[in-house]
């Protein structure tokens, strides 16, 4: 028996594992003291929480853990980099550099910095949703200060190669950074082999709690950026205000069961999404993907359904939790940007799903799933191409 309605929005966020919820519990519990309070039991233990969650985020991306800072999500992380780089850096170097997909809070926060007088450079993608690496090479120059491409797309799933990127972007010598919310916990990073100097963690795309994340930050004077907040030196003088221990708990037991889980799940999401795929694809031969259909990550699938409208046909499965467009633009109105930037047809982006399988997705639950949208496209007349 299906228990609806399913969950196929794994995109926007994630349920809480119960593993990292027993993790958490006794940081919300008996062990409830400040991490800062360095002069009793109750901070010292507040304080090992931090320490430990630090290495199993680092573990997950090769780097240290005295690299990792945490912070309330990716979008935080996101923000601190961006103005905090500009901020250092920008009088030598006036130049940001992006990509016309980015997710909304990274565009924003070089909008932000643009206004501010700096330049920015948004670069545009090809129809499958990736960067032309000549395009990125010929603008990034001694002026630039930072490159920042996400690792994941959160609407259209494609893989971007940081390592290829990384290269070109250190041989200017400016600094690279990646929105990796989407990637952290599903496909391998190595800050070292892609060169990153930045990376930004979400815990609630990996089954974590919502309120946190993680900036990693390579250490160097080169490297510095002016925080957003201040306060009492927090973090290293990063971030300041007194972390949560329950939060930051739950983040690197989240990053740990990952990390251990990777590869398995990677297998069994790209076979489940697979047969999921092959089920619309030969009732429906006229839906079309958004993205490369190689190298994306494999529990995300963005379709378009032509000839109907999108919203109107999230209203016909009504069982299947799964979105129009990126949780984070859900109050912009019109098509999604993401799939303009493809040269999606105002048309065909307003006619896209995106749907995301997850850690606790069955197959039994895509299967109803796929005939649920079959069934509902019948229903308001088949797609017209």
């Given at each position: 028996?299906?228990?609806?309605?399913?969950?196929?929005?794994?995109?926007?966020?994630?349920?809480?594992?119960?593993?990292?919820?027993?993790?958490?519990?006794?940081?919300?519990?008996?062990?409830?003291?400040?991490?800062?309070?360095?002069?009793?039991?109750?901070?010292?233990?507040?304080a090992a929480a931090l320490d430990i969650a630090r290495e199993q985020v680092a573990g997950l991306i090769g780097g240290p853990p005295e690299e990792v800072f945490f912070t309330s999500g990716a979008t935080?992380?996101?923000?601190?980099?961006?103005?905090?780089?500009?901020?250092?850096?920008?009088?030598?170097?006036p130049k940001i550099i992006c990509v016309a997909t980015e997710h909304k809070c990274v565009l924003e926060a070089a909008r932000y910095c643009q206004q501010a007088g700096y330049e920015l450079e948004i670069l545009p993608v090809s129809e499958v949703g990736f960067l032309d690496l000549s395009m990125l090479e010929a603008a990034v120059d001694d002026r630039t200060a930072l490159v920042s491409i996400m690792a994941i797309n959160n609407e259209i799933g494609v893989i971007h190669p940081l390592k290829v990127v990384g290269e070109i972007v250190k041989a200017s010598g400016a600094l690279f950074?990646?929105?990796?919310?989407?990637?952290?916990?599903?496909?391998?990073?190595?800050?070292?082999?892609?060169?990153?100097?930045?990376?930004?963690?979400?815990?609630?795309?990996?089954?974590?709690?919502?309120?946190v994340g993680a900036l990693y930050k390579r250490?160097?004077?080169?490297?510095?950026?002016?925080?957003?907040f201040s306060g009492g030196g927090q973090e290293q003088g990063v971030r300041a205000?007194?972390?949560?221990?329950?939060?930051?708990?739950?983040?690197?037991?989240?990053?740990?069961?990952?990390?251990?889980?990777?590869?398995?799940?990677?297998?069994?999401?790209?076979?489940?999404m697979t047969s999921f795929k092959e089920k619309l694809f030969s009732a429906l031969p006229e839906?079309?993907?958004?993205?490369?259909?190689?190298?994306?990550?494999?529990?995300?699938?963005?379709?378009?359904?032509?000839?109907l409208d999108g919203d109107l046909l999230l209203a016909n499965t009504r069982d299947i939790a799964v979105s129009s467009g990126a949780a984070c633009a859900s109050a912009v109105s019109g098509p999604s940007y993401v799939l303009k930037a493809i040269?999606?047809?105002?048309?065909?982006?307003?006619?896209?799903?995106?749907?995301?399988?997850?850690?606790?997705?069955?197959?039994e639950e895509l299967d109803y799933a796929a005939e649920h949208i079959i069934a509902a496209v019948d229903g308001m007349g088949g797609l017209k191409p």
């Open positions: 028996m299906i228990k609806t309605p399913i969950y196929l929005d794994n995109q926007a966020t994630t349920p809480l594992d119960p593993r990292v919820l027993d993790a958490m519990m006794p940081y919300l519990k008996e062990h409830f003291g400040n991490p800062h309070s360095s002069t009793h039991s109750f901070g010292w233990r507040a935080e992380a996101n923000n601190m980099v961006i103005k905090g780089v500009m901020a250092q850096r920008g009088a030598e170097r950074h990646t929105d990796a919310a989407q990637a952290f916990g599903k496909i391998p990073l190595d800050v070292e082999a892609c060169q990153l100097d930045f990376v930004s963690i979400s815990a609630h795309k990996i089954y974590g709690p919502k309120g250490a160097g004077d080169s490297r510095s950026l002016s925080p957003l205000g007194t972390q949560p221990p329950a939060l930051v708990a739950g983040l690197g037991a989240a990053a740990e069961i990952a990390g251990a889980e990777l590869d398995g799940e990677a297998v069994r999401t790209k076979q489940m839906l079309i993907l958004n993205g490369d259909a190689e190298e994306r990550w494999a529990g995300n699938l963005n379709i378009s359904f032509p000839g040269g999606c047809t105002d048309r065909r982006a307003k006619s896209a799903l995106r749907i995301g399988m997850g850690r606790f997705t069955t197959k």
